[in-house]
């Protein structure tokens, strides 16, 4: 972001799940307004319960809650009765899950950190913190529930925007991402065409796949390729793909809200 010529109006990460990136931007002022989209029903509630007011609420609800296997299997298995019981819900999902998973055949986590079972990854202050710390920006963060296809074409014709693009690993028959995602199912083709044709700078994450390649290649984004280490340690390679150069990285010291899948810092 630092790198561009001009500081973009707009800063748009359509498949938002923890929004890392998202609420970076809006942290650091990088941009006048964030907008996040996300399509999964869970983790929309839990935007839109952190940026409204039912904020509270939903802090009071983790700071009260006992986290035990028993408690856990009892709320996930009851049906919620509004966007913040949902929100709630899903956060509790979130960290008792093995690897945070929220995707259907998900298990909970087993022993844990230290032998704490589903409560090793449970902080209740720090959570309530952090989403007081997102509810803070609330003026500079605009939330999409629904498919980025139907709302990202006049964000990409805007030269006053940018994009980051982190979508379900799913290109060249990639599996990970049907088990980690409940919305795996997406048009890698119409997203790098509509990519490949905005009028804004973007940037997009892929795993390394020969079909990636060739779609940046017909679509003309860059390629880089960054060495990352997956769970395991093993060194493997992510894609970044930009219609400009790459901007410098830099880590942030805003803490995660969601963690697991791809968002394991």
Excluded at 65 to 90: I, Y
Aim: one cysteine or more.
């Amino acid at each position: 972001m630092k790198s561009l010529g001009n500081r973009p109006r707009t800063f748009v990460e359509p498949f938002a799940g923890g929004a890392i990136t998202g609420l970076t931007v809006a942290a650091e002022k990088l941009a006048d307004t964030v907008v996040l989209g996300e399509l999964d029903e869970g983790v929309a509630a839990v935007w839109e319960t952190v940026l409204s007011e039912d904020c509270a609420w939903l802090q009071d609800r983790i700071l009260r809650f006992q986290m035990t296997r028993r408690n856990v299997l009892r709320l996930l298995g009851s049906a919620p009765e509004s966007r913040r019981e949902l929100a709630f819900q899903t956060i509790v999902r979130n960290r008792a899950n093995r690897g945070g998973i929220l995707a259907p055949g998900a298990t909970l986590v087993n022993q844990g950190e230290n032998g704490r079972g589903v409560a090793s990854r449970w902080y209740p202050t720090t959570l309530a913190a952090r989403i007081a710390a997102i509810a803070a920006m609330k003026d500079r963060i605009s939330f999409i529930r629904g498919d980025a296809f139907d709302w990202m074409p006049p964000y990409a014709s805007s030269p006053d925007a940018a994009f980051f693009v982190d979508p379900p690993y799913t290109a060249a028959g990639k599996r990970a991402g049907r088990r980690l995602y409940v919305h795996s199912r997406v048009d890698h083709q119409g997203l790098f065409a509509l990519m490949g044709r905005a009028a804004c700078p973007v940037m997009l994450t892929y795993d390394e796949s020969d079909e990636v390649r060739e779609l940046a290649a017909r679509y003309g984004l860059r390629v880089n390729a960054v060495p990352m280490k997956n769970t395991h340690h093993a060194i493997m390679y992510e894609l970044v793909l930009t219609n400009a150069g790459a901007p410098d990285s830099s880590e942030s010291s805003l803490p995660l809200l969601f963690t697991g899948a791809d968002q394991q810092t």
